[in-house]
């Protein structure tokens, strides 16, 4: 039984060995710079064309069958190829350009079928095939160009070399990386005639900068040796006024001696001098405290007083007069703003006054114009009648005097009443001292007022009816004349006589009883 296990291990062993050998062998992995081409079956890869007939692995591994699969490499390393390209010039000059260009096949799929196709057996021959290409290229560009074009700008000769090549390095699978121009060679000399006119100018310039900086230094000799004999002469000038300050400076040494005894008499006089006016100071302040001082403090004391009083009847006075002519000023300005107010009041009421009156006054001749005529005959006939009752009223009078006037009476009664009222019409309060009495006897005379008034109504109608018999006398046309004035304006109607002196009595005995 253990020789069984035994076996039964060792060719589970031996078969997971041969599976790992079969699997390393079927396994194959793509390098990051490489590409795998597997042929041999039917694939379909995104971006190719039906019937390729091979599968391409970038990055990751895959399963190959062998002898049913074929599995290649494709390298994707960069490759470098140098140029060096006879050409001619527009002008006819031949150059020789020298240059490198840097390319490799690309990344995607189109690009890695392309170039396997064209390179998958002829790796090694890329560089020669685009050094071919761009030499083709690089000459049909040159032959458009002139040298200073190509000297002058050589990006734009990059530039044109590589759209040109472009879209064959595409059909080859191949992206240029790098294209530089390194060099152009000019086996005729034409390139350096071009630079020798500038080249003389360069030399005439480095020429002509040589002599100015000799000439400036020249300049810069002379200005030194000027600034330094300038400076022998203030230095030697300086040394004399050094002496010369010495020489001073030595006499004033030799004179000190005798300056000095000089100086010390003269301060001897000096501060005796000043001693004596201190002593004399000193009196003359001794003095003024002993004698000056207290008189001048009675003189100041005495004047003070004297100036308190005067300053305070002063103020006394000036306060007095103040308050009197601030009173002034007020009472001035309280009748000036009163007077102002009233005249500015009386200029309004009269202003609006005048205004109303005009007013009034176009308002009315308006009306009366219009009712003119109307008015006019309406008087007329009034008059008429009036003078129709006057002399109808005389005839009554003449026939039975008495029946009129009491008719007048009581027509007037109330009139007449009000009028002997009017008496007490200002009185506020009345003191009876009788009662009933008294109030009997304030009605009698009320009463004896009304009968005045009476006797004075029967005078009155008497001289109306001699009125009217010497209006009758006159004719009727006179009293139509009379009522009908020129102006075609009624006038007003006047109240009788007996009711005018009626009114009179009244305003006479108010103004008694007043």
């Given at each position: 039984?253990?020789?069984?296990?035994?076996?039964?291990?060792?060719?589970?062993?031996?078969?997971?060995?041969?599976?790992?050998?079969?699997?390393?062998?079927?396994?194959?992995?793509?390098?990051?710079?490489?590409?795998?081409v597997?042929?041999?079956?039917?694939?379909?890869?995104?971006?190719?064309?039906?019937?390729?007939?091979?599968?391409?692995?970038?990055?990751?591994?895959?399963?190959?069958?062998?002898?049913?699969?074929?599995?290649?490499?494709?390298?994707?390393?960069?490759?470098?190829?140098?140029?060096?390209?006879?050409?001619?010039?527009?002008?006819?000059?031949?150059?020789?350009?020298?240059?490198?260009?840097?390319?490799?096949?690309?990344?995607?799929?189109?690009?890695?079928?392309?170039?396997?196709?064209?390179?998958?057996?002829?790796?090694?021959?890329?560089?020669?095939?685009?050094?071919?290409?761009?030499?083709?290229?690089?000459r049909?560009?040159?032959?458009?160009?002139?040298?200073?074009?190509?000297?002058?700008?050589?990006?734009?000769?990059t530039?044109?070399?590589?759209?040109?090549?472009?879209?064959?390095?595409?059909?080859?699978?191949?992206?240029?990386?790098?294209?530089?121009?390194?060099?152009?060679?000019?086996?005729?000399?034409?390139?350096?005639?071009?630079?020798?006119?500038?080249?003389?100018?360069?030399?005439?310039?480095?020429?002509?900068?040589?002599?100015?900086a000799?000439?400036?230094?020249?300049?810069?000799?002379?200005?030194?040796?000027?600034?330094?004999?300038?400076?022998?002469?203030?230095?030697?000038?300086?040394?004399?006024?050094?002496?010369?300050?010495?020489?001073?400076?030595?006499?004033?040494?030799?004179?000190?001696?005798?300056?000095a005894?000089?100086?010390?008499?003269?301060?001897?006089?000096?501060?005796?001098?000043?001693?004596?006016?201190?002593?004399?100071?000193?009196?003359?302040?001794?003095?003024?405290?002993?004698?000056?001082?207290?008189?001048?403090?009675?003189?100041?004391?005495?004047?003070?007083?004297?100036?308190?009083?005067?300053?305070?009847?002063i103020?006394?006075?000036?306060?007095?007069?103040?308050?009197?002519?601030?009173?002034?000023?007020?009472?001035?300005?309280?009748?000036?703003?009163?007077?102002?107010?009233?005249?500015?009041?009386t200029?309004?009421?009269?202003?609006?006054?005048?205004?109303?009156?005009?007013?009034?006054?176009e308002?009315?001749?308006?009306?009366?114009?219009?009712?003119?005529?109307?008015?006019?005959?309406?008087?007329?006939?009034?008059?008429?009648?009036?003078?129709?009752?006057?002399?109808?009223?005389?005839?009554?009078?003449?026939?039975?005097?008495?029946?009129?006037?009491?008719?007048?009476?009581?027509?007037?009664?109330?009139?007449?009443?009000?009028?002997?009222?009017?008496?007490?019409?200002?009185?506020?309060?009345?003191?009876?001292?009788?009662?009933?009495?008294?109030?009997?006897?304030?009605?009698?005379?009320?009463?004896?007022?009304?009968?005045?008034?009476?006797?004075?109504?029967?005078?009155?109608?008497?001289t109306?009816?001699?009125?009217?018999?010497?209006?009758?006398?006159?004719?009727?046309?006179?009293?139509?004349?009379?009522?009908?004035?020129?102006?075609?304006?009624?006038p007003?109607?006047?109240?009788?006589?007996l009711?005018?002196?009626?009114?009179?009595?009244?305003?006479?005995?108010?103004?008694?009883?007043?």
């Amino acid at each position: 039984m253990p020789m069984v296990i035994g076996v039964t291990a060792g060719l589970v062993l031996a078969a997971i060995i041969v599976l790992i050998g079969l699997f390393k062998l079927m396994w194959r992995v793509a390098e990051p710079n490489e590409a795998l081409v597997i042929s041999g079956s039917k694939h379909k890869t995104e971006g190719l064309g039906q019937g390729m007939g091979f599968r391409i692995v970038t990055g990751h591994g895959t399963l190959v069958l062998p002898g049913v699969q074929a599995v290649r490499k494709m390298s994707l390393d960069l490759n470098e190829t140098e140029l060096s390209v006879d050409c001619v010039t527009h002008q006819g000059i031949p150059l020789r350009v020298r240059g490198v260009v840097i390319f490799k096949v690309g990344d995607d799929f189109v690009s890695i079928a392309n170039a396997a196709r064209r390179f998958l057996d002829q790796q090694k021959m890329m560089s020669e095939r685009v050094h071919n290409v761009f030499a083709g290229h690089l000459r049909s560009i040159v032959g458009g160009l002139t040298v200073e074009d190509m000297i002058r700008d050589r990006e734009k000769l990059t530039g044109q070399t590589r759209a040109a090549c472009g879209t064959e390095m595409e059909k080859l699978g191949l992206i240029v990386d790098s294209l530089q121009i390194h060099e152009i060679e000019d086996p005729t000399g034409y390139i350096k005639n071009l630079a020798m006119p500038h080249a003389a100018a360069v030399q005439r310039d480095a020429r002509i900068a040589q002599a100015e900086a000799n000439r400036r230094a020249t300049e810069a000799e002379q200005q030194a040796a000027a600034r330094m004999s300038e400076a022998t002469r203030d230095s030697e000038i300086l040394q004399a006024g050094y002496q010369a300050e010495r020489d001073k400076a030595a006499a004033k040494s030799r004179q000190a001696g005798p300056l000095a005894d000089a100086a010390a008499r003269q301060e001897v006089v000096v501060q005796e001098t000043r001693v004596a006016e201190l002593e004399a100071q000193r009196r003359e302040q001794q003095l003024q405290a002993d004698v000056r001082k207290p008189a001048d403090a009675q003189a100041y004391e005495k004047r003070t007083l004297a100036e308190g009083e005067r300053d305070a009847r002063i103020s006394a006075a000036e306060a007095h007069a103040k308050e009197t002519e601030l009173a002034a000023f007020a009472e001035a300005n309280r009748v000036k703003t009163a007077a102002i107010a009233e005249a500015e009041a009386t200029k309004a009421r009269g202003a609006a006054a005048a205004s109303a009156t005009r007013a009034t006054g176009e308002a009315e001749a308006a009306a009366a114009q219009a009712k003119g005529l109307a008015l006019a005959e309406s008087t007329r006939a009034k008059g008429l009648a009036e003078a129709e009752a006057i002399k109808a009223r005389a005839a009554a009078l003449a026939e039975n005097q008495e029946a009129v006037v009491a008719q007048q009476l009581a027509e007037r009664w109330p009139e007449i009443v009000q009028a002997g009222a009017g008496a007490f019409s200002s009185v506020d309060h009345m003191v009876l001292l009788n009662g009933a009495d008294g109030l009997s006897e304030m009605f009698a005379k009320a009463l004896t007022m009304g009968g005045t008034g009476l006797g004075l109504a029967r005078q009155l109608l008497a001289t109306m009816g001699q009125d009217d018999g010497r209006s009758n006398g006159g004719g009727r046309g006179a009293t139509a004349k009379t009522a009908s004035p020129a102006n075609g304006v009624a006038p007003a109607v006047p109240p009788s006589p007996l009711k005018q002196h009626i009114a009179v009595t009244g305003d006479q005995e108010d103004g008694a009883a007043t």
